[in-house]
């Protein structure tokens, strides 16, 4: 079994991230990772040597560095398996490749070694969205997570917060990997080209939320207060990083990191561009956050503003696309009140 | 970025502009157009950012003196590019400059947004300060209304003060009708309307007048356009997650909020 054993201990969340940070700043994660490449040359055909399993060469291979090694005790258990046989060609040979197991002797009937390579993949990577989701497959993840292996988000007021990898689909040939930024909530193209042929449901659209959700301490809470008031100066912004009160969010089902929370703010000649103008922002509440968890609470689960009347405006044309009204009992029943007397007084009228 | 230019003038036919733009590295960068730098008008206050000034602006310019001393020389080709740089900063916000960049933007040379919903959208360059050495050039999403940092590290590096804290916004307020489409696929044009309207319609309508008046008014009114902007949603096996779905929520009604705003607005005529 080739499967890395030697896991450590979960470091602290805040701790190693601060080091990824670094190592994705300067841009060397991309350069490691052409390394590797590099040393994976050697290998251009799918015939592993003795010491390599397959699973461990596929997931040497450029590229394949978002795939972790799924346990072949894993693979072994037809009920993992359930219901992959039928959108995996080639079943038994692909599952023989993958598991380096002895062919049959009638191989005859194969036309070609590519096409059970191309089952034995497409058979690993719906494996693998399967594993990822266990607790042994988000160990896994979650060291490679650590080590940086994915990246970090593009957008500059997340800070280099570490992403995972992400399916837009569950089912396999429609769209390539993606990654999930945990800071902002939104998914991004991998910076390189060479995982533009990797299946995004492969990982599958479940496992990064499923990630954060078992590694709370990894995942940004949804609220974020600037740090001082005055952090303008550097003296103050300084001592405030040094004596910074642990973080907590009262959630305890929540994300338990404190959050990249800066939203960018446009500016012409140093003056913020104006929301009047045609220009002027309009996706600021995007990568928006409330500074106390509590001002959630201010919304209904249908979106609106618990106890405000002034989105009674129904009346105005503009806001018929609005998907459902505000109910509030005083004023619904008002409104309805005197909707019927309109009726009423209306109906005969026009008969 | 780092290519050690062994001499300016002499060596090359082509400027020193030329030459800088086609390094490697450098094509975020538009040509300054001569007149704009030989006009000392607008280059007022750089002497005292520059070192050797004088002679970094001859070697922009192409006049530098062969019998330059060879310590010098090194030191001056970073204050030209410095130089040049801050002189870039300024002219692309002129008209003459937005309208190069604005070639540029169409031909995506800065790249696309990473965002997955901004459907490769172009980006442009954006400086996080107009201080030079300070920060490092980001890039901005018309779609998202984002920053993000170049994917490659040779544009990493370069000075965000080079382009400016200004430049993609007043480009979008003096083009107000490139502004992109929140949703939707990439088009270009400076005049979205032969695109937008539907050709059945055109025909209808004939006269050109009219349908000039509903261009204006497509690129007048953008008080509502967030509405129609992709998000992603996490879900767990199509569930929502709880706390994410509980601050999309939020955020979606503060979208709403400014956009009730900035329709009162509107109706008032504040707009």
Known sequence: ?351 | MEEVSTGSGSDYSNSWISWFLSSKGNEYFCEVEEDYILDRFNLTGLNTEVQHYAQALDMITDNLDEEIQDDLRGNLDLQARLLYGLIHARWIVTARGLAKMLEKYKRADFGRCPRVLCQSQPLLPVGLTDVPYEKSVKLYCGRCEDIYSPKSSRHGSIDGAYFGTSFPHLLFLVYPNLIPPKSGPVEFGLNPRASDLEGSRRRRVREEQEAQAESVGEAGSTAAVALKADRYRPRIFGFQVNEVAKLQRWQEAVRDKQISRLEELEANGAM
Not at chain 1, 132 to 148: F, H, N, P, S
Not at chain 1, 152 to 170: E, H, I, L, T
């Open chain 1, 1 to 351: 079994m080739s499967r890395r054993t030697d896991y450590n201990t979960l470091p602290t969340g805040e701790h190693s991230l601060q080091d990824e940070e670094a190592i994705s700043a300067t841009g060397e994660g991309d350069e490691e990772m052409e390394d590797a490449e590099q040393e994976e040359d050697g290998y251009s055909s799918s015939t592993p040597t003795s010491t390599l399993t397959w699973i461990t060469w596929f997931c040497s291979l450029p590229g394949h560095e978002y795939f972790c090694e799924v346990a072949e005790d894993f693979i072994e258990d037809d009920f993992n398996l359930t219901g992959l046989n039928v959108m995996v060609p080639f079943w038994k040979e692909a599952m023989e490749m993958v598991l380096d197991m002895e062919p049959d002797e009638d191989t005859s009937k194969i036309p070609d070694v590519s096409i059970v390579e191309a089952s034995a993949e497409l058979l690993y990577g719906l494996c693998h969205q399967r594993y990822i989701l266990t607790r042994a497959g988000l160990q896994a993840m979650v060291d490679k997570y650590e080590a940086g292996i994915f990246g970090s988000c593009p957008r500059v007021y997340c800070n280099g917060c570490n992403v995972v990898p992400c399916g837009r689909s569950d089912l396999p040939g429609l769209d390539t990997v993606k990654l999930f930024c945990p800071n902002c909530n939104d998914i991004y193209t991998p910076p390189s080209s060479r995982f533009q042929g990797v299946d995004g449901a492969f990982f599958g659209t479940t496992f990064p939320h499923l990630f954060f959700q078992s590694y709370r301490e990894l995942a940004p809470a949804p609220f974020y207060k600037p740090s001082s008031p005055s952090s303008t100066s550097p003296r103050s912004s300084a001592s405030s990083s040094s004596n910074q009160p642990p973080f907590v969010n009262p959630n305890p089902y929540g994300g338990q990191k404190r959050a990249a929370g800066k939203v960018y703010v446009p500016k012409i000649y140093g003056f913020r561009v104006s929301e009047r103008a045609k220009s002027g922002p309009r996706m600021q509440w995007m990568r928006l956050r409330p500074e106390n968890p509590e001002e959630l609470d201010l919304v209904d689960w249908r979106g609106h503003w618990i106890g405000e009347d002034d989105h009674y405006d129904g009346e105005e044309p503009a806001d018929e696309d609005r998907p459902m009204e505000d109910f509030d009992p005083v004023g619904d029943i008002a409104r309805i009140a005197s909707s019927y007397n309109l009726s009423a007084y209306v109906r005969p009228g026009c008969a």
